[in-house]
């Protein structure tokens, strides 16, 4: 398993510049980035080439949540940039694209299995032709779209039947842990267990319920919620309510899982420090484990 660092926070309200970003994988020994596509970041166009220069690359191109086609009436312009990611992630020698593919909650599951396959097509075909794989990420009701709770990647045992009726090897599965609990689900061992045989990628964050009698008022702390779970609050890995011991211990021996990548989503000002901690955690956890490159 190869370790990375995602390459936004908090849907880019903070952006590192990626001369940051490589500095930054420099001096924890991270020698990888997921490439959120922002095309509108300065310097985008020139990412692959300034990471390179601190002997950092691209490994996955994350489409962000702008764009999901599951919701937009029309799914052409999710089907563009999608594409549009998988021909970025082949120019850069990258093989997963990270994309979420949103719900609505009028469609029933035998809808949204026939439905997201049928919209899905032309990406997938893409994807065939250019050795990429299409990785969906388990994921929460962020926007209070999904009451009913029927958003194929928000229940483990939903996602995976959903994966095993799509039938398609070029399409796995981005195991998130942060985001499982914040849906109010058991990470590990329930989630991943039910979970492994589809994941090839993982988010490495973890997360706290919210107090501000602990953490202080909502104004100073970047917050996640879920409507029907609660609030949290994103914290490095390991100072959180994810077990993470025996998660990576699992993930670590699961030899389908080829990039671990931490995703931080906090204050610009704490996320430095949450890296510094996420990563030495992670590596005495595992004991340099001949897993983790």
Same mark, same amino acid.
């Given at each position: ?43 985008? +166009?020139?990412?692959? =080439?300034?990471?390179?220069?601190? /002997? !950092?690359? *691209?490994?996955?191109? &994350? ?57 899905? +097509?032309?990406?997938? =075909?893409?994807?065939?032709?250019? /050795? !990429?794989? *299409?990785?969906?990420? &388990? ?57 492994? +045989? ?96």
């Amino acid at each position: 398993m190869e370790l990375a660092f995602c390459a936004d926070s908090s849907w880019n309200r903070w952006h590192p510049s990626y001369e940051q970003l490589g500095e930054r994988c420099k001096r924890l020994g991270v020698s990888a980035v997921e490439l959120a596509f922002y095309p509108g970041n300065k310097d985008f +166009d020139r990412a692959a =080439e300034i990471l390179d220069s601190y /002997g !950092v690359r *691209i490994v996955s191109v &994350n489409a962000t949540a702008k764009l999901r086609i599951n919701v937009l009436e029309d799914p052409a312009p999710a089907q563009k940039q999608l594409i549009e990611c998988i021909r970025l992630a082949d120019a850069n020698e990258a093989k997963f694209v990270i994309m979420y593919p949103g719900t609505r909650s009028h469609w029933n599951f035998v809808d949204q299995i026939n439905n997201f396959r049928r919209r899905m +097509d032309p990406v997938f =075909e893409e994807a065939v032709d250019k /050795g !990429v794989t *299409i990785l969906l990420e &388990n994921h929460f009701d962020l926007r209070g779209e999904d009451p009913l709770h029927r958003d194929v990647v928000r229940d483990p045992d939903r996602t995976a039947i959903f994966l095993s009726a799509m039938d398609c090897p070029n399409l796995r599965l981005n195991f998130d842990a942060g985001n499982v609990y914040i849906a109010g689900i058991e990470p590990w061992p329930y989630a991943y267990r039910i979970l492994k +045989d589809f994941i090839v990628y993982a988010h490495f964050k973890d997360m706290a319920i919210f107090s501000e009698e602990l953490h202080g008022s909502k104004e100073s702390n970047e917050l996640l919620s879920d409507p029907s779970a609660g609030i949290f609050i994103p914290v490095a890995v390991g100072d959180g309510g994810i077990n993470y011991t025996g998660l990576l211990r699992e993930i670590s021996a699961n030899p389908n899982i080829k990039v671990g990548a931490f995703e931080d989503h906090t204050s610009a000002e704490r996320a430095e420090g949450y890296y510094d901690r996420g990563v030495k955690y992670l590596r005495e956890t595992l004991q340099f484990s001949n897993g983790l490159n």
